[in-house]
């Protein structure tokens, strides 16, 4: 095994939506810390048994030695497809993101455009973000750029409507190809104009969202939504209802947003379950109805959407459409906060601080609160100061604690202006550890 190698696989590893924290027992956790040690043939070990748990993570793993033929693993593209579709089927976003890659270059499986434009509306149809570093980690990146330049080009070129969607996205989003706007949408509205209700929905998102140089354009993406939705697209059909629900680029018609987002929630789509789910909870235009929103929650958080399990966290401590249950409360919480919602990683970080619930673990409230701060969530930034500041789970670090209460400053949190003027005084006065009311 070359360093080479290891360190590729240790960066896939790392870039998964569950990076591993020395706190978590799980085997997925062992697992990546293992390879994060070059102990290969121990994280095959632990990715095994994270699989046999039934832990989507620990076949994706599993694929990705397989595809670098590693941890004791031959070499096999096709079994590293195989665990792929294991992952992918029990909602692992990153596993569904390399199935796409697969079917694009014809990795252990056909190649198949039709097959690779699937897989990415699941991917994004589940509201993940595209993680292209985790392909680009495992080598991917050469043999990308080859089937993009070659024969999805060729295909496009040929008035394939699939081949110039996909085209589209990749120049779109930089998918292994420098990012290039404007070819993007060309690619996109050719095949739209051909009726290809994936590009119709694509060409609407791009165009609702509008670029740095041409703001949202709310009424042209809403035509294009009704020709995808007509086609029964489902991810058209939910942002067309959330368009009504809203009002943005129509007339607003909460009744018919609600009908077109419960259409696209009773098709299976994650999100337009989390939206229904939501209103259910707060009861807003329909009676309010606990059970009925963790059901939809419930079936969202089961396809690997993490804001559901963040949702279901809260309605375990508070109780709502099932006995209250902290510990439950917490799992769920935790399972969020790994998958790199932000805020529940505050929430647990403060969990943990308290002991509410769980056993008391200030070093791992540091932890998280860190990460959280990290990725730009101003609380975090607050209270992640407010503990070195007084080194509580972290070596007390006057410096680092400036630095984040004057970027919680920066973004706008007024605890942490009292607070950045007490850290400087001799000796500090820190604040002790607070949050919100309903802090779950």
Not at 86 to 103: I, P, R, T, V
Not at 209 to 234: I, Y
């Amino acid at each position: 095994m070359s360093i080479r190698l290891a360190t590729l696989i240790i960066a896939a590893c790392a870039l998964t939506a569950a990076a591993a924290r020395a706190h978590d027992d799980s085997p997925f956790a062992r697992a990546v810390a293992a390879a994060q040690s070059n102990k290969l043939d121990q994280a095959r070990a632990f990715y095994q048994s994270a699989d046999e748990q039934g832990d989507a993570r620990g076949a994706f793993g599993l694929g990705l030695l397989s595809l670098r033929g590693a941890g004791g693993l031959p070499r096999d593209d096709a079994q590293a497809a195989r665990y792929f579709l294991k992952a992918a089927e029990h909602g692992d976003l990153n596993a569904q993101f390399f199935l796409f890659a697969c079917s694009l270059l014809g990795l252990g499986i056909p190649q198949d455009f039709a097959k690779a434009e699937q897989w990415l509306i699941k991917t994004y149809s589940h509201g993940a973000s595209f993680h292209f570093n985790q392909l680009y980690a495992v080598g991917l990146k050469p043999a990308l750029i080859e089937a993009i330049d070659g024969a999805l080009t060729k295909a496009a070129i040929d008035n394939d409507p699939v081949a110039q969607t996909v085209l589209g996205f990749c120049y779109s989003y930089g998918f292994a190809v420098n990012v290039d706007r404007i070819q993007g949408m060309d690619w996109l509205i050719k095949a739209a104009r051909s009726g290809e209700a994936h590009a119709q929905h694509l060409v609407a998102f791009i165009l609702g969202q509008g670029t740095q140089s041409v703001g949202p354009d709310k009424e042209h993406a809403v035509e294009w939504l009704r020709k995808a939705a007509d086609q029964g697209f489902v991810g058209s059909i939910y942002m067309l209802g959330y368009d009504y629900y809203y009002g943005e680029g129509v007339d607003k018609d909460r009744d018919r947003g609600i009908a077109l987002i419960r259409q696209a929630a009773g098709s299976g789509l994650p999100s337009a379950q989390y939206k229904l789910a939501e209103l259910y909870r707060a009861g807003t235009d329909m009676p309010q109805d606990f059970a009925v929103a963790l059901d939809y929650f419930r079936q969202s958080a089961a396809q690997g959407n993490a804001l559901a399990d963040y949702a279901l966290a809260a309605m375990a401590k508070r109780g709502q459409g099932m006995a209250a249950d902290g510990e439950q409360a917490v799992a769920w919480l935790r399972k969020a906060a790994h998958m790199n919602v932000a805020d529940a990683q505050v929430k647990l970080g403060v969990v943990l601080y308290r002991g509410d619930g769980v056993e008391q673990d200030s070093a791992e409230a540091a932890e998280w609160l860190r990460r959280a701060a990290d990725s730009g969530n101003v609380q975090a930034q607050y209270l992640i100061g407010t503990l070195l500041c007084r080194g509580d789970g972290a070596p007390l670090n006057m410096d680092a604690a400036e630095k984040w209460f004057e970027l919680a400053v920066k973004n706008g949190d007024k605890k942490a202006a009292a607070a950045l003027e007490k850290v400087r005084r001799n000796p500090p006065e820190c604040n002790s550890v607070e949050a919100d009311d309903g802090i779950l």
